[in-house]
């Protein structure tokens, strides 16, 4: 009896082997963008810290949209001489309804971030690059210095990005 169910499974294992395409290969997930990358993309990329969170509806009442106001203490490219910077990210809370995007970055009151920024076609800042286009800066418990995404020092991702900024065809 064991040897009959196993020889009727043969067929359909068979079956499925053949329906799978010989070079198919699962796939990989998307590669987030470099820091380099996202600087050449990007209108703006700043140096701040959050300081105001505002959702509301867009015009349309379709989507909730956050506008967050960043204090910037450095511009890296493009920017005004202006000292703050606002740019809308997409979801957020309004009463008793919330958005989320799960491919968009999440802003908190008084956070040190770094900030990649593009225009959108309405003329509002937008963060480029999705979670990528924002990094947080902390410090290092151990020295003190501030730190982008925990890893690299403040003032040596600073010179990288002003390179890639300056010269973006020496960083191809």
């Known amino acids: ?22 070079g198919a290969q699962p796939k990989a997930p998307p590669r987030s963008p470099s820091s380099e990358d996202l600087a050449r993309q990007a209108d703006v990329v700043l140096v701040g810290t959050v300081r105001e969170l505002k959702s509301e509806w867009n015009a349309s009442r379709t989507q909730i949209v956050t506008r967050v106001t960043v204090a910037v203490d450095q511009y890296l490219k493009g920017g005004t001489a202006g000292n703050s ?34 225009k959108d076609p309405q003329n509002h800042f937008r963060v480029a690059g999705g979670r990528a286009g924002k990094l947080i800066v902390k410090k290092d418990p151990a020295t ?19 390179n890639t900024v300056e010269h973006p065809q020496l960083d191809r």
């Open 1 to 22: 009896m064991v040897a009959q169910r196993v020889r009727s499974i043969r067929p359909v294992i068979a079956a499925l082997l053949l329906a799978v395409p010989s």
């Open 85 to 118: 910077f606002t740019l809308f990210v997409p979801g957020g809370e309004v009463g008793t309804v919330g958005e989320m995007y799960s491919h968009m970055p999440v802003f908190r009151r008084n956070e040190d971030v770094v900030v990649f920024a593009e």
């Open 144 to 162: 003190g210095s501030p730190l982008v995404a925990g890893r690299q020092r403040l003032d040596d991702f600073v010179t990288s990005i002003r």
